[in-house]
C-alpha cells in the first residue's frame, strides 16, 4: 500500500484567511514534503521533514508554515496569501531520508480569492 | 547548474511503441526517477535508475546513461490511458532525498 492522503482535496480561501492543508501516511515513512504544482508546470519543492525535523526549506515565504506532529502526519499552514499562491499542493512521503522512492499524495487544490 | 530537458509534446498511436528522452546537466548526480501524471492528477511513480542500463517493468522501460546525461522512459503497446505528462526528476548527491522535476512530456495517445 503506497497511500499518501490529503485533505481538503479543495480549498478556496480569502487573502486574509488562516487555514491549514493536512496529509497523513501509515506506510511507516519517515520522510515527508510538500511540493507545489502550478497548472503545466513540474512540482516544485517546498519543504523536506526528516524524522520530523524539518531538513530541507526552499526559501518558501513565511506566510506557509510546515508542522509536522509526528512520524504519520504533515501539516501545511497558510496565512495571509496571494492569489498567485494558487495551485496544487502535494504532499509526498518515502521510506527514508534519502535513496527511497517519493510517493506523492493526490493533492490539495488550493484558490485564493 | 542544474538542466534537465524533455520534449513538451509527443504524439503517438495506440498500440505502437514511444520513447521519451530526457537529458540533464548536473553536478553530484545520484538517481533519475521517472512519474506519470494524468491531468488533475498527483503524480504517480513509473521507475528508478541509478546505475547504467535498462530497467523493465512490464510495458514500461527505463534506461539510464551516466556518462552521457541521458535517460529515456519506454512505453510498450501503447493504450489510450497512457495519454499523461511524464516527468523526469532527478537526485543530486548531498541533496537530501530532494527532486528535481523536468518540465514534463505531455504525450497524446490517438487511435
Known amino acids: 500500500d503506497t497511500e499518501v492522503t490529503q485533505t481538503p482535496k479543495h480549498l478556496v480561501m480569502g487573502m486574509t484567511n488562516k487555514k491549514s492543508l493536512k496529509c497523513e501516511q501509515h506506510?511507516?515513512?519517515?520522510?515527508m514534503y510538500w511540493y507545489k504544482q502550478k497548472a503545466k508546470k513540474p512540482p516544485e519543492l517546498m519543504f523536506v521533514y526528516s524524522y520530523e525535523k524539518l531538513s530541507i526549506n526552499e526559501s518558501v515565504p513565511s506566510r506557509f508554515s510546515p508542522e509536522c506532529p509526528n512520524s504519520s502526519l504533515l501539516n501545511l499552514h497558510l496565512h495571509a496569501l496571494q492569489p498567485e499562491d494558487s495551485a496544487l499542493y502535494l504532499c509526498?512521503?518515502?521510506?527514508?531520508?534519502?535513496?527511497?522512492?517519493?510517493?506523492f499524495g493526490e493533492g490539495s487544490w488550493l484558490t485564493v480569492v | 547548474g542544474q538542466n534537465i530537458d524533455q520534449p513538451t509534446e509527443m504524439t503517438a498511436t495506440e498500440g505502437a511503441i514511444v520513447q521519451i528522452n530526457c537529458t540533464y546537466q548536473t553536478s553530484g548526480f545520484n538517481g533519475l526517477f521517472w512519474y506519470q501524471q494524468h491531468a488533475g492528477e498527483a503524480p504517480t511513480f513509473l521507475s528508478y535508475?541509478?546505475?547504467?542500463g535498462l530497467e523493465e517493468k512490464g510495458r514500461f522501460s527505463s534506461f539510464l546513461s551516466r556518462s552521457k546525461g541521458y535517460s529515456y522512459l519506454l512505453l510498450k503497446e501503447l493504450q489510450m490511458k497512457d495519454s499523461a505528462s511524464y516527468l523526469c526528476?532527478?537526485?543530486?548527491?548531498?541533496?537530501?532525498?530532494?527532486?528535481?522535476f523536468g518540465t514534463g512530456t505531455q504525450l497524446k495517445v490517438e487511435l
Open positions: 509526498a512521503s518515502s521510506q527514508g531520508g534519502y535513496g527511497n522512492t517519493i510517493y
Open positions: 535508475n541509478v546505475l547504467d
Open positions: 506506510m511507516g515513512h519517515r520522510a
Open positions: 526528476a532527478w537526485r543530486v548527491t548531498g541533496g537530501g532525498n530532494k527532486l528535481t
